[in-house]
Nanobody
């Protein structure tokens, strides 16, 4: 069964850190571009970061550059998003996405809530 499962969200104070995990099952991440998206209440879903398996390159939205880091553990078939110096405007539901490099496969996780508040 193809599945992406996010975890690691929660409530954190401004300036704090969280690490989100996105575990893939039923397929290998080797042939996918992996992205993290987020959606805040009343706003559209936006791209936060992505990791291109084809060349190992990474992308970050301007709003998170220098604070967030995307990484991958091949052995665990898992992608992480390390989030530091969190701000209230980072509050959102965070989603993991896997898009096939040579196929039309496009998978989404169920999302994990991140709330930054004092």
């Amino acid at each position: 069964q193809v599945q992406l499962v996010e975890s690691g969200g929660g409530l954190v104070q401004p300036g704090g850190s969280l690490r989100l995990s996105c575990a893939a099952s039923g397929f290998t991440l080797d042939y996918y571009t992996i992205g993290w998206f987020r959606q805040a209440p009343g706003k559209e879903r936006e791209g936060v970061s992505c990791f291109r398996s084809s060349d190992g390159s990474t992308y970050y939205a301007d709003s998170v550059k220098g604070r967030f880091t995307i990484s991958r553990d091949n052995a665990k078939n898992t992608v992480y998003l390390q989030m530091n110096s969190l701000k209230p405007e980072d509050t959102a539901v965070y989603y993991c996405n896997a898009r096939g490099l040579a196929t039309n496969n496009n998978y989404w996780g169920q999302g994990t809530q991140v709330t930054v508040s004092s």
